[in-house]
T-cell receptor, first 114, second 113 residues
Framework: EADIYQTPRYLVIGTGKKITLECSQT?????MYWYQQDPGMELHLIHY???????EKGDLSSESTVSRIRTEHFPLTLESARPSHTSQYLC?????????????FGEGSWLTVV | GENVEQHPSTLSVQEGDSAVIKCTYS??????FPWYKQELGKGPQLIID?????GEKKDQRIAVTLNKTAKHFSLHITETQPEDSAVYFC????????????FGTGTRLTIIP
């Protein structure tokens, strides 16, 4: 079982509000990721981190930002939410090194912007 | 960059029958191919993976085959059970880290009791 936790699981907020999605993992993984997934659709990488103080943009452009001050914590922030940000956001983590290390996903945060 | 296509998008099979999901990839440098299962309201969970130095891997009722020449790989589920109903995603990546993991578009598998 993966030990990666996301909060909130479900959130409805108004346009223009600032929101932070929290993600924590207790496995000591150095690499962490944020994926965006529309219902029933493929996953798109929006941010990743190699370790503390490392953040990189993924393949899909996103207006969100991330930070990695602690190994276990990788929050995602939207400064001003818009309806186009409505989606599911999945946090994940893995060990670095050779390819093929398992990515462990959290349960996801469903964000609806009205 | 890498492009992964997955077929079919939906699949219904009778309980006890086999299910096959196929993926093709575009970048010949890819050498790691995991399969994820996503149940309703949950995050994806790895169920099996294969590297390019093997052609087939099996884990109980689940198997994955890889054809590097044709650049396609497949997931096989035998003796399907109702709990196999979920969305399945294939993915592919190159050798330098999971950040380059590219996912397919998913297959919604429904097992009919």
């Amino acid at each position: 079982e993966a030990d990666i936790y996301q909060t909130p699981r479900y959130l409805v907020i108004g346009t223009g509000k600032k929101i932070t999605l929290e993600c924590s993992q207790t496995m000591g993984h150095d690499k962490m990721y944020w994926y965006q997934q529309d219902p029933g659709m493929e996953l798109h990488l929006i941010h990743y981190s190699y370790g503390v103080n490392s953040t990189e943009k993924g393949d899909l452009s996103s207006e969100s930002t991330v930070s990695r001050i602690r190994t276990e914590h990788f929050p995602l922030t939207l400064e001003s939410a818009r309806p186009s940000h409505t989606s599911q956001y999945l946090c994940a983590s893995s060990w670095s090194g050779t390819s093929g290390n398992t990515i462990y996903f959290g349960e996801g945060s469903w964000l609806t912007v009205v | 960059g890498e492009n992964v296509e997955q077929h079919p998008s939906t699949l219904s099979v009778q309980e006890g029958d086999s299910a096959v999901i196929k993926c093709t990839y575009s970048d010949s440098a890819s050498n790691y191919f995991p399969w994820y299962k996503q149940e309703l309201g949950k995050g994806p969970q790895l169920i099996i993976d294969i590297r390019s130095n093997v052609g087939e891997k099996k884990d109980q009722r689940i198997a994955v085959t890889l054809n590097k020449t044709a650049k396609h790989f497949s997931l096989h589920i035998t003796e399907t059970q109702p709990e196999d109903s979920a969305v399945y995603f294939c993915a592919a990546s190159m050798d330098f880290g999971n950040e380059k993991l590219t996912f397919g578009t998913g297959t919604r598998l429904t097992i009919i009791p």
